[in-house]
């Protein structure tokens, strides 16, 4: 169902995945948008447990495309450097695939917010962030990435730098 990736030799472990995923910050959530257009939106999110959590408002554009297709990439970029001098970049980068749901039952609401509160404001107090929830929670829509595929890679520099520090010493 899904592609295999041509250049295996660059393709991330899960754990390289994973990883890259619990790290980041940002990511661009790809879905079928109005009349056939495909519509990608950058979006703070959190990864738990396989599944990609966003918070958005109760309407618009995602929330629209989301009931009639939940098909959904997502996309982060884990290292983006840029090598004027030798005209590549070193890169990692994850995307995830999967169905998006959009969470109706309060505790899972609740939950998937709490987890995304901690991710962004790990030093407020619990009180603190549970106010803020509070204080937005009638216009606040949580969103739920189920992921069914994960592939990442990096670029070749990266993985020959790995491979000569892996070799042994004579």
Not at 102 to 122: F, G, N, R, T, W
């Amino acid at each position: 169902m899904f592609r295999e990736m041509r250049r295996k030799k660059q393709q991330l472990t899960k754990e390289a995945c994973d990883e890259i995923l619990s790290c980041g910050t940002s990511g661009v959530l790809a879905l079928s948008g109005d009349s056939g257009y495909p519509y990608a939106v950058p979006l703070s999110y959190v990864y738990s447990q396989g599944k990609i959590y966003f918070h958005c408002a109760t309407s618009g554009h995602k929330i629209d495309a989301i009931k009639k297709n939940p098909k959904a990439s997502f996309c982060v970029i884990g290292q983006d450097q840029v090598i004027p001098e030798k005209y590549t970049t070193c890169y990692r980068s994850v995307i995830a695939f999967g169905t998006v749901r959009i969470l109706e039952d309060d505790q899972e609401k609740m939950d998937a917010v709490k987890i995304l509160a901690e991710k962004y404001s790990p030093h407020e107090s619990p009180a603190n962030r549970q106010d803020a929830i509070q204080k937005d929670w009638d216009r606040l829509c949580m969103l739920e990435l189920t992921v069914e595929h994960l592939t990442g890679k990096e670029c070749i520099e990266l993985v020959r730098q790995r491979d000569e520090s892996e070799r042994p010493v004579s």
